[in-house]
């Protein structure tokens, strides 16, 4: 996602990426953070943020800057989303420069 960011911002769309851990995974919150230099909130039992967003593990929120939501990219969903390849890592690209 770090490489999407800077390759976005040198094309002056400046993009975000906040991951959410899932609740009871605690102890892969490391393993995840050491993916980017982005900022890991914790989902707890309390917040429920998962649950509240009606999203799954590698799903993709994309809010525009004014804070709405602007897209959801379930990783269940028709489009790839697998930023190990070219095509995932292409259409998350693509579907965070349509917000500029």
Request: no cysteine; net charge negative; glycine share 12%.
């Amino acid at each position: 996602m770090n490489d999407i960011q800077k390759e976005l911002a040198g094309h002056g769309i400046d993009v975000t990426f906040v991951a959410i851990n899932a609740e009871g995974a605690e102890t892969d919150q490391s393993a995840l953070s050491n993916q980017g230099d982005f900022p890991m909130l914790q989902d707890t039992l309390d917040t429920a943020m998962w649950t509240e967003l009606g999203g799954s593990k590698d799903d993709f929120y994309l809010y525009s800057s004014d804070g709405t939501l602007a897209a959801h990219l379930p990783a269940s969903g028709t489009v790839t989303l697998d930023l190990g390849g070219k095509t995932g890592y292409g259409n998350l690209r693509a579907a965070a420069a349509a917000l500029k």
